[in-house]
C-alpha cells in the first residue's frame, strides 16, 4: 500500500572550514512514502537543515564534501544528476519552503511574476496560462482579492501572508515532494495555525509527501505520520508518532518530551531540562554524541557509538540501552514509557 | 522593607505613541493598567507587534510614556525626581533579553560585562571585591569562575542567556523585566533557563514580568498572566484560570492555536482557526480592535470599545460578551445610534 519516493541511504556530509572539517551529518537513513508527513525534529545544529539541503543539492560546492550515501528518488541517485537534470527536479517535483519568509521572495518582483517563474520554466506554458495558473495558486492558498494581488510586491504583505506565497509557489508546479523547513518558526501561533492547517489541505488535495522540519514537538503532533530525531548529525530514533510519542526509546528523545511543558499539567510540577548543552561537531569523539547528558550513560557509551536496532518494522532506535549484546539488568523503567 | 502581597508595581493608564511621519501615530500601547505584587511573576504574552516590549520598556524607563503612571515601589517614575531617587530606582529594575547573541558586547570579557553596573552603581567597591562579586554570580547563574575572563563567542545560546541574567542580578534588582528570554533557544536548554529564573526568584525573593509569544512556557513561570493584543490589555487572570477558562475569544483562539505535543490530544480537540492578521498598530479598528478577527462578534463590536473591567473575582477582561451592563447588543447599538 505505502509507496516509496524517496530513499536516502547512509549519507555523510561534511563542510571544510578554516579550522579543520566538521561532520554535519554522520550516517542518515530514512524512506519517504507517498502522500505522507514525515517530521525531522532536533536541536539547532544538529543537521536537519542540512540534510533538507543535501536533498536539494542547495549546499555550496567549493566547501561541501559528500562523502559517502546516496539519496534515491524514483531510481535516481540524486547525487549524481548533473546540474541541469538537478534543475528539472528541484521547484518542479520536490519543491521546498524556507523558514523565513521575510527574505525567501525576491523583494524586487511582483509576486505574479515569482509564481509564474517555475511554471514557465518547468512546464512550459505560455504566460498567459501560467498568470491563470498563479491566480488559482494565490486562491488555493488562501489570500483575498488574489487578481490584484499577483500585481503586488512582497513588502506589501505581512509575515503569513508571504508564507501562503512560498507555499504557493513552492506547489504551483504540483511537486511529489515538498520539503518545509521550519515553514512557521518565524511565524505567530495563530498565524501559525492558519499555516499548518493549509499545509494539511493542501497535501489532501495534492498527494503532496511532506518532509517536515521543526525543532517544536507541538507542530510534529499536530502533523506528522512518522518522526525521525536528530541529533548531532545522526537520527538517533525514528519510528511512527505515537510510537515517539508514547514509547520513547532513545534517552535524548525521552529528554525533549519531557523538557516540553505540557497545557494541562500543573505548575507547580518542575519541568526536565536535558542537562548540558549539544556538542561542538568538530570536537566529537568515537561514542554516542548524547553520552555526556545521558543519564543513563555506561562505559561502552563513551568508546563506541551505537548502531541502529530496528525494534519492530517502524521503529529503530541508536542507543546501547537497546542493543542485543548489553548486558543489562535493568532497562530504566522512565525509558518506552509516555512522560 | 516592603511585605509582601504590597504592589510592587503600579501600572495606571499607560501609553506610549510613536509618530510615523507626519500625519500617523503608532498606538503601540494605549492605555494599560496592571499591577504586581512584590515576589510575583506576571506573564505578559501576545502576537509580535501587539506593544508587549514597548511596555516592558516603558516600565524600565528607556522610553518616556506619552501619558500614565508608573509607580514602582511607592515612587512615581518618569517625573523629573532628583537624579539619586532616579539611579536607585533604575538600579532596582533591570532587563534580560531576547536574543543571547546581540546583547552582549562581543568586545568584552564576561567579567567586564558582568561588573559593569557594579562600577556605576556601586562605585565603593574596590576591584578585588567586584571579581568576587562577579565569580559569585557566575557560579549562582550554573557557569563558574574560570569562564569569567572568556568573550561571549566562546559560549552557547544557552550560557549567554545566563551571562544575561547574572549581568542583570549583579546590581541586585528588585524586579527583572525578562523580554522572551528563552524565544531564541533550543527546547532542551529552554527549561534549564526557565528552572533557573524559578529558582533565583525563590533565593533572591525576585518579582518579574515575564514577557513572551510561547503561552506554554509562560504558564509555567507566571502566577498571572495578562493578554495583549494591539496596544490593550484584553484579559488578564490567575494563570491556571487562563487555561481552563479563557474567557476573552481572542485567550481562547491563542490557546487553542498552541499545538500540543501529545498526537492523541492533537487528533480529538477542535482547533479555533483565526482568519486573516493582525491590523496595523496605526490604523486599529474602530470599537473593539479584535473585532475583524473575532469568531463571535456582535453589531455592537465594531461601535463601542468594550471596558476592561473585573467579569468575575480578580479576572479582568474586556469584552462585550461579558459585559453586563450593555443590556443586550440590540439596545448598545440603538443607544449608540440615537
Sequence with gaps: MTEEILAVNNLHVSFKTQTGTVTAIRGVNFKLNKGETLAIVGESGSGKSVTAKTIMRLLPKHN??????????????????????????????????????????????????????????????????????????LELVGIPNAKERLEAYPHQFSGGMRQRVVIAMALACNPRILIADEPTTALDVTIQAQILQLMKDLQEKMDTAIILITHDLGVVANMADRVAVMYAGEIVEQ?????????????????????????????????????????????????CPFAARCPYTMKVCHDFLPEHTHLNESHTVMCWLQDARTPLTHIPEEVGSAK | MMKKNE?????????????????????????ISFTIKKGETLGLVGESGCGKSTVGRTITQIYEPTSGEVIFDNEVLHT???????????????????????????????????????VIHSPELSRMEREEKVNELLELVGLSKKHSQRYPHEFSGGQRQ?????????????????????????????????????????????????????????????????????????????????????????????????????????????????????????DIPSGCRFRTRCPNVMDVCSKIEPVYREAEPNHFVACHLYDETVMSREDAVALHDC
Excluded: C, W
Design chain 1, 64 to 137: 561541501t564534501l559528500i562523502s559517502e550515501g546516496d539519496i534515491t528518488y524514483e531510481g535516481r541517485d540524486l547525487l549524481n544528476l548533473s546540474l541541469s537534470d538537478m534543475q528539472k527536479v528541484r521547484g518542479s517535483e520536490i519543491a521546498m519552503v524556507f523558514q523565513d519568509p521575510m527574505t525567501s521572495l525576491n523583494p524586487t518582483m511582483r509576486i505574479g511574476k515569482q509564481i509564474m517563474e517555475g511554471l514557465l520554466k518547468h512546464q512550459h506554458l505560455s504566460k498567459k496560462v501560467a498568470k491563470q495558473k498563479a491566480l488559482e495558486m
Design chain 1, 239 to 287: 519510528g511512527t508518532l505515537d510510537e515517539i510519542f508514547y514509547q520513547p526509546q532513545h534517552p535524548y528523545t525521552l529528554g525533549l518530551l519531557r523538557s516540553m511543558p505540557n497545557l494541562s499539567a500543573s505548575r507547580s510540577e518542575p519541568l526536565i531540562p536535558i542537562p548540558g548543552s549539544p556538542p561542538d561537531l568538530a570536537t566529537l569523539g568515537t561514542g
Design chain 2, 7 to 31: 504592589d510592587l508595581l503600579v501600572v495606571k493608564d499607560l501609553k506610549k505613541h510613536f509618530k510615523m511621519g507626519k500625519t500617523s501615530t503608532l498606538k503601540a500601547i494605549d492605555g
Design chain 2, 80 to 118: 523629573k525626581q532628583n537624579k539619586a531617587v532616579q539611579q536607585q530606582k533604575k538600579r532596582a529594575m533591570q532587563m534580560i533579553f531576547q536574543d543571547p547573541y546581540s546583547s552582549l558586547n562581543p568586545r568584552m570579557t564576561v567579567m567586564e560585562i558582568i561588573s559593569e553596573g557594579l
Design chain 2, 162 to 282: 545566563r551571562i544575561g541574567i547574572a549581568r542583570a542580578l549583579a546590581v541586585e534588582p528588585q524586579f527583572i523585566v525578562a523580554d522572551e528570554p528563552i524565544a531564541a533557544l533550543d527546547v532542551s536548554i529552554q527549561a534549564q533557563i526557565v528552572n533557573l529564573l524559578k529558582k533565583l526568584q525563590e533565593e533572591k525573593e525576585l518579582t518579574y514580568l515575564f514577557i513572551a509569544h510561547d503561552l506554554s512556557m509562560v504558564k509555567y513561570i507566571s502566577d498571572r498572566i495578562a493578554v495583549m493584543y494591539l496596544g490593550k490589555i484584553v484579559e488578564l487572570t490567575a494563570s491556571d484560570t487562563l487555561y481552563e477558562k479563557p474567557l476573552h475569544p481572542y485567550s481562547r483562539a491563542l490557546l487553542s492555536a498552541i499545538p500540543i505535543p501529545d498526537p492523541d490530544m492533537e487528533r480529538s480537540r477542535e482547533q479555533t482557526i483565526l482568519q486573516g492578521d493582525v491590523p496595523s498598530p496605526i
